[in-house]
């Protein structure tokens, strides 16, 4: 039941078309996604297969086997594409879009079904490999891009197509259907729902998002008993061979290990893990159901506080692109997937406009400036799937891949950052993030606009004009104030007392038109620990300004990075970067040097001194490949 109460106390996001974003640092990049990503990524996909795959032509013993992800990679784009277009006119993307949209409509099947792979390359056997084959998860990612491209556009061709397939899936997965109690190996499907249920007030796919929820984890263990029916061992059978002696932790990969409620640590794979949270959270906020609220509360103190890499990548384990076990966090071979870091950012979202707590939007930030932002080049046309924090020069971006999950992912969130610079609640405007450009609010006197003028994060000094509807106007201003600043702020000129509620500094007055709130973070430089049992930091120290981590970079030293070494004491500096948009830290350091060619000596290296160079993490391998680390040895002792 959706009680008055948990809906109005909810803060929410302003629509893409209520925010205007004109900054030096995120509009030039919100452009390239526009302009070049989206064209590079609609290239990849008509000669990759995916646009092709639509029309079912595919015939078994034909190359080009249509993967059973692809739907995902499609509707990603779409979406990614529509949120640019509810703020950019682009007929060439639009046209793009449309036929994308006429291929899905071409696809679906007479029953509203919807999956090439199921209709094409195995047909009849439609839900039978739940936990492998990903149509629940490909479903989801259709079911939003028919949302985004309905809010972006007013079209309701795609929504319609969306909602036939979520239909069929309710009847499906109904308490007396054929898969009841079943639910999918990738999560997706159930934050996608509660979006289409908020968009079409229709409460059937709210009740089915909470019907997947709640069997998740349930025993008997759906999957297993899925495979005994199946007879197979399923779509990634032979990728896990070791998956019949291990069944515990493949139940925690993909969550199905206990039910949701009581689960008290983040396992397994880290995107669907993310997509969960999401959808948790969501649930708890529609429902006011404290058991999921709590469960939210143990999962995210889990990873922010042990299994969280000081970027906001997620996932130190490979072989599971997933969580290790707490404070395990190797900077090299950890994992940080984009699609998991772009995860964060929307679990945060929902944690903060529930909540009404800045410390959820410092955890957002922290992985949208660095565990998302590292995740395409400076160009817009070749991506990161893992970031990881330390590299021997091997590491590299890629302009496609086999599973190319992130680089649309990457494109949707950035094509849609309006929703997260700015929430709306009761009678208050709230500032999430700091943004040039403007926000409307809508209120019961009229449009309340908030005009930002900033250069964040080059420097931590915001002006925020406010015109109301109606001088005199009553409302509440609430600025986030992150936790690793040291803020003041005046008010017309006259000196605020930094009394933060929350994490919010909120103010309420009559508001008259052209009153002014400057902010000024001081931004500096600030040395960075990891906790003692993060075994790959020991010894070692970070570099952060603001929402920036930093790394070092091969193509500014000589000497390896990793043998770098800061004294604890060295004086830091800082320059503007015109490359980055941001700055570069500069410092004097010393390395270790070899004396001799052997592998192994009884004579010590020699010291060399080091002009040390950090660029923000986020730019690393736009200069050609060579070696980088975040951590940065440190000497206590100088």
């Excluded at 028919?146 to 556009?153: M, P």
């Excluded at 993909?254 to 794979?269: I, M």
Aim: a negative charge; charged letters at 25%; aromatic letters at 8%.
């Amino acid at each position: 039941m959706i009680t008055a109460s948990s809906r109005s106390a909810r803060r929410r996001p302003l629509a893409l078309t209520a925010v205007d974003i004109d900054d030096d640092f995120w509009a030039p990049r919100r452009a390239l996604i526009r302009t070049a990503t989206l064209r590079q990524q609609e290239h990849q996909l008509r000669t990759g297969g995916q646009f092709e795959a639509l029309k079912l032509s595919w015939r078994p013993g034909d190359p080009g086997e249509p993967h059973i992800f692809w739907e995902s990679d499609v509707a990603k784009w779409i979406e990614a594409a529509s949120y640019c277009l509810a703020t950019t006119a682009d007929p060439d993307l639009e046209a793009a879009v449309d036929e994308a949209i006429e291929l899905l409509a071409g696809a679906q099947q007479d029953d509203g079904y919807l999956n090439v792979y199921f209709t094409v390359v195995k047909p009849g056997e439609r839900f039978t490999d739940l936990r492998d084959a990903h149509e629940l998860y490909c479903a989801g990612h259709l079911i939003e891009a028919g949302v985004a491209h309905f809010e972006a556009t007013g079209k309701t061709r795609l929504l319609d197509i969306v909602r036939r397939y979520a239909d069929l899936i309710d009847a499906v997965f109904a308490p007396d259907g054929p898969c009841a109690g079943g639910y999918d190996g990738h999560q997706e499907i159930e934050l996608a729902l509660v979006k289409l249920y908020r968009v079409t007030g229709d409460s059937r796919y709210l009740v089915l998002s909470r019907r997947l929820i709640d069997a998740r984890g349930t025993q008997p263990f759906y999957f297993e008993l899925e495979e005994q029916r199946r007879g197979t061992p399923g779509y990634f059978g032979p990728v896990f061979p070791q998956r019949p002696r291990q069944a515990q932790r493949f139940r925690e990969y993909n969550q199905s290990h206990r039910p949701v409620v009581e689960q008290d640590a983040v396992v397994g794979h880290s995107v669907r893990a993310m997509y969960m949270c999401s959808a948790i959270t969501d649930l708890a906020a529609e429902t006011g159901d404290p058991a999921l609220a709590e469960a939210v509360s143990r999962l995210w103190e889990d990873v922010t506080e042990r299994k969280m890499y000081l970027t906001g990548g997620l996932g130190s384990d490979p072989s599971i692109e997933g969580f290790g076990p707490a404070y395990d966090l190797p900077d090299e071979h950890g994992y940080a997937e984009t699609c998991a870091a772009i995860g964060l950012v929307q679990w945060a979202q929902r944690m903060a406009n529930g909540r009404a707590d800045g410390r959820y939007v410092d955890v957002l930030e922290r992985a949208l400036y660095n565990g998302v932002l590292s995740g395409a080049s400076a160009d817009g046309t070749s991506y990161f799937y893992g970031n990881p924090l330390a590299s021997s020069g091997d590491v590299h971006r890629h302009e496609w891949f086999g599973v190319a999950c992130c680089p649309p992912n990457l494109a949707r969130l950035l094509s849609e950052l309006q929703r997260y610079v700015y929430a709306q609640g009761d009678g208050e405007a709230v500032v999430n993030l700091f943004v040039q450009g403007e926000a409307r609010f809508s209120t019961s006197s009229g449009t309340f606009v908030v005009r930002q003028q900033s250069r964040y994060p080059r420097d931590g000094v915001t002006k925020i004009i406010i015109e109301p509807a109606v001088d005199g106007q009553r409302h509440v201003l609430a600025v986030r104030i992150p936790g690793w600043s040291r803020p003041t702020a005046t008010l017309n000129g006259a000196e605020l007392p930094l009394t933060l509620r929350d994490g919010y500094l909120v103010l309420e007055r009559d508001w008259a038109g052209g009153d002014t709130v400057d902010i000024d973070l001081g931004m500096g430089i600030r040395r960075t620990w990891a906790h003692p049992r993060v075994a790959s930091a020991a010894g070692k120290v970070a570099l952060e300004r603001g929402p920036i981590v930093f790394c070092l970079e091969g193509v500014d030293h000589e000497e390896p990075v990793r043998g770098i070494v800061l004294d604890r004491s060295a004086e830091l500096t800082e320059r503007p970067d015109p490359r980055t948009g941001v700055v570069s830290v500069h410092g004097t350091a010393h390395a270790d040097h070899a004396v001799t060619d052997e592998l192994y000596s009884s004579r010590p290296p020699s010291q060399v001194e080091v002009e040390l160079t950090a660029v923000p993490y986020f730019s690393w391998a736009n200069r050609g490949q060579s070696d980088m680390t975040v951590w940065i040895r440190e000497n206590l002792g100088r």
